[in-house]
């Protein structure tokens, strides 16, 4: 952990502040002033980064809530699980907080395994975190239950879910009802936010299932985060009156026109559509899908193609929104800094404020392009070239043997 001076950017915390410098102590933002004096610092500072931010902007490092960075997938077979996503792909992305989870497959893909990628990745650099849960019901959990996972591990901030997908096992509305109120009950219990991510497939039955587990229930729809919203017009058009009946909305970056059967919107237009039909843009969010896997299925369900999912898409995204839909920056990056911090409870992420996480990126304001990385102190990423890579990344099974014999 370093301690950074980011000198002279054009800073939004995701809000305009104008040009000022950054200090990072600790792995912690402690100052954000017009001018700091770096020879007052050398006092009781003996080492210290500076990232040269002038002329370019600084952005919270950003926040991606549904990535599958232990592997995803299996439709098809074992040959289709994804890989493990390593560190450096976070890197190049500007991702320095993420939330992983299980897809499609809960039997192969355990939330041990989930919870021990979730630890290595930290220690390289970046913070994450996990959902219990999967496409299955049974939910599948760690400890036995939902609420003692919230409770008893700390990585452990909410449920995963699928619904109206044919590849789940299509839980009951009251099978629906009982997890996402013992998910509100270990929230309650744990003292996190205890969000539902809610996977919504293609089916016709869409966001009903879980509308009808929460009716004449008193648990908030905030408590629920449906995603994949993008993935059709009619999902999207659910979604509007989803978000405006005071629901969070969750865009998926990874989808484009040509997946899915042609029938994804591209996220930075699902975006714009939100915002036309009134959503409110601190209720709008923005996730990769990550390393998932992109299958798609033809009129009967047979496995056609397949994809799979970029945590580069997420800054694609927030790029696009800027660039062809005309979003202002400050409004733009919120989607996937201080939306989703906010709404999953997580400390001190999604800012650039005192007190704040030291993450932070260094962007150009003409190309787009992420120059500088910061992560929680660390300097992951300098003038595009990647400092910090995961422990095997480059590791060749030579280099390995020498180092073993040293």
């Known amino acids: 952990m370093a301690n950074v001076l980011i000198r002279g950017g054009v800073v939004y915390s995701p809000e305009p502040l104008g040009i000022r410098d950054i200090l990072i102590i600790g792995g912690s933002v402690v100052a ?27 952005l919270p490092g950003l926040v991606d809530q549904h990535i599958h960075f232990n592997g995803a997938g299996g439709e098809g077979g074992p040959q289709f699980r994804t890989p493990p996503l390593p560190l450096s ?28 990628k979730a630890k290595g990745l930290e220690k ?63 929230a309650i219990l744990s003292g996190k936010k205890g969000i539902v991510m809610i996977h919504v497939g293609s089916e016709s039955t869409g966001f009903l299932p879980f509308l009808d587990a929460i009716m004449d229930t ?25 978000g405006l009946s005071g629901g969070f909305v969750d865009v998926t970056t990874s989808f484009m026109y040509g997946l899915n059967n042609n029938v994804a919107v591209n996220p930075s237009e699902a975006v714009k559509v939100l915002l036309e039909e009134g959503v409110p843009l601190e209720r709008i969010t923005l996730s990769t899908d990550g390393n998932g896997s992109m299958p798609v299925f033809n009129e009967s369900k047979k496995l056609v193609d397949i994809g799979i999912g970029s945590p580069e898409s997420l800054w694609d995204t927030v ?50 392009e992420i120059k500088d990385v910061i992560s929680n102190g660390q300097v992951m990423m300098e003038d595009g070239e990647v400092k910090k890579f995961g422990l095997f990344e480059n590791l060749t099974f030579s280099k390995r043997n020498n180092d073993l014999e040293a």
Request: charged fraction near 20%.
């Open 32 to 58: 954000i002033e017009e001018s700091i004096n770096k020879k007052q610092l050398g006092l009781f500072c003996k080492t210290l980064k500076t990232i040269d931010a002038r002329g370019f902007a600084v």
């Open 218 to 242: 008193d648990i908030p729809v905030t408590q629920l985060a449906p995603t994949h919203c993008n993935r059709s017009n009619k999902v999207l058009e659910e979604s509007v009156k989803f």
């Open 124 to 186: 390289e650099g970046i913070s994450t975190w996990i959902f219990s849960g999967s496409y299955m019901v049974p939910c599948v959990t760690l400890t036995g239950n939902i609420i003692s996972d919230l409770l008893l591990i700390d990585k452990v901030i909410g449920l995963k879910i699928a619904v109206s997908d044919h590849r789940s096992t299509h839980a009951d509305i009251h099978s629906l009802r009982s997890y996402i109120s013992q998910c509100y009950h270990g």
């Open 319 to 368: 790029t696009n929104l800027i660039t062809e839909e005309e979003l202002p920056i400050e409004m733009a990056i919120r989607l996937c800094t201080k939306n989703p911090a906010l709404h999953l409870g997580l400390k001190g992420k999604g800012f650039l404020r005192y007190g704040s996480s030291g993450d932070a990126i260094v962007v150009s304001p003409e190309t787009f």
């Open 89 to 116: 792909s976070f890197v190049r992305s500007g991702i320095t907080s993420a939330v992983g989870l299980l897809g499609t497959d809960g039997i192969t893909r355990s939330l041990m395994e989930l919870l021990a």
